[in-house]
């Protein structure tokens, strides 16, 4: 199970960090990604994290967003700075037992989504 946390309102400019934490099982071995998904569009990428440690990011984000795992591997954060009205979305905690890939049916477990709005 995974568990999303962090979301909230905050102002174009600001930061958020969003915390997915695996209940029942560590992350190590698996890959690990956020994508998110706004009103009327498709889920899409937004970061991951293999178990080796490599990260990827779209390009919407890169520069602005960091993905990180925790030293225990039970939780995932994305640090989300010099956020924008584009940002504006739920944002989704995911598992793989294979490497990070973009592709959301590639992801075997889903968080419920937390919601984060920007607004300018």
């Known amino acids: 199970q995974l568990i999303e946390s962090g979301g909230g309102s905050v102002q174009a400019g600001g930061s958020l960090r969003l915390s997915c934490v695996a209940s029942g099982r560590t992350v190590s071995s698996y890959g690990m990604a956020w994508f998110r998904q706004a009103p009327g569009k498709e889920r899409e990428f937004v970061a991951g994290?293999?178990?080796?440690?490599?990260?990827t990011y779209s390009t919407s984000v890169k520069g602005r967003f960091t993905i990180s795992r925790d030293n225990a591997k039970t939780t995932v954060y994305l640090q989300m700075n010099s956020l924008k009205s584009e940002d504006t979305a739920v944002y989704y905690c995911?598992?793989?037992?294979?490497?990070?890939?973009?592709?959301?049916?590639?992801?075997?477990?889903w968080g419920q989504g937390t919601q984060v709005t920007v607004s300018s």
């Open positions: 995911a598992s793989s037992t294979s490497p990070v890939t973009t592709t959301p049916d590639d992801y075997d477990y």
């Open positions: 994290v293999t178990w080796w440690g490599i990260t």
